[in-house]
């Protein structure tokens, strides 16, 4: 974090301090969604041109009569600020160290109405793991080479009719990647163009028949986070289960 953003955030502590001594309004959930949004965008940090990492863990801290209502929401409440995350991240094509995990905390010091969020990533150094997105799924890339075809003895398997038995073969170091044609027959496109070996950067997308393969690098932790706390995992919701927020709240988010 900068200078001018430690300054901004003292003033603006200070000015809804006051805002909410003056008129006692409760912290509301749009508001937590849209403190969320804003901490991801400054806490994100840019590792390449094709890597924006951005916070996973964060802790909401609120007044104890803020928190004893928002808590009273139930699970529901944090399930909805993790979609909040998650469908932020999405829309700026940040990459997280792991799952989003949002807490509600209480903070004796706060007055009503006045809302602080603390944002961290899991501690320790960052390692990228290559993988191969096929239709929504992630195949991870192991160091050596890896087949891709409709054969049953491919490592990643595709049920295209356009796909040779062993159309493809992806050749990862654990820096660089190649691509290669097996010499199939109907070929392998990258923006439309048949080819029999290139290399691959991150988001390359590779057309095989009607199927695209998108070579990506996801972050992975490389060490445990030293920090305490609840670890909060989104729980998905029951069918015919009532939301208990108001989904008002969260429209445009």
Do not use: C
Request: aromatic share 4%; glycine share 14%.
């Amino acid at each position: 974090m900068g200078i001018l953003d430690s300054v901004e955030r003292g003033l603006e502590r200070a000015v809804n301090g006051a805002f909410a001594r003056t008129f006692r309004s409760g912290v509301q959930p749009v508001e937590i969604a849209s403190g969320l949004k804003r901490e991801l965008d400054i806490g994100s940090v840019i590792v390449d041109r094709d890597r924006v990492l951005a916070p996973n863990r964060f802790v909401i801290r609120v007044s104890a009569t803020d928190g004893k209502r928002l808590l009273g929401m139930g699970p529901s409440l944090e399930r909805e600020l993790i979609g909040v995350v998650n469908k932020h991240v999405g829309r700026q094509g940040y990459q997280l160290l792991g799952e989003a995990d949002v807490e509600l905390r209480i903070d004796e010091a706060l007055h009503t109405g006045v809302l602080e969020i603390d944002a961290s990533q899991v501690e320790g150094g960052v390692a990228w793991s290559a993988v191969i997105e096929v239709d929504g799924a992630q195949h991870p890339l192991r160091r050596g080479t890896t087949t891709v075809g409709r054969g049953s003895d491919a490592d990643i398997r595709l049920t295209d009719t356009a796909a040779s038995r062993q159309h493809l073969q992806l050749i990862w170091d654990g820096t660089a990647g190649i691509a290669r044609d097996l010499g199939s027959t109907n070929g392998s496109k990258i923006d439309g163009q048949r080819f029999r070996e290139a290399a691959l950067a991150p988001g390359t997308v590779i057309t095989i028949g009607q199927t695209a393969l998108r070579f990506q690098l996801v972050p992975t932790r490389s060490a445990r986070s030293g920090g305490g706390g609840r670890r909060t995992v989104a729980a998905p919701a029951t069918p015919g289960e009532r939301p208990g927020i108001d989904q008002d709240f969260w429209k445009g988010m």
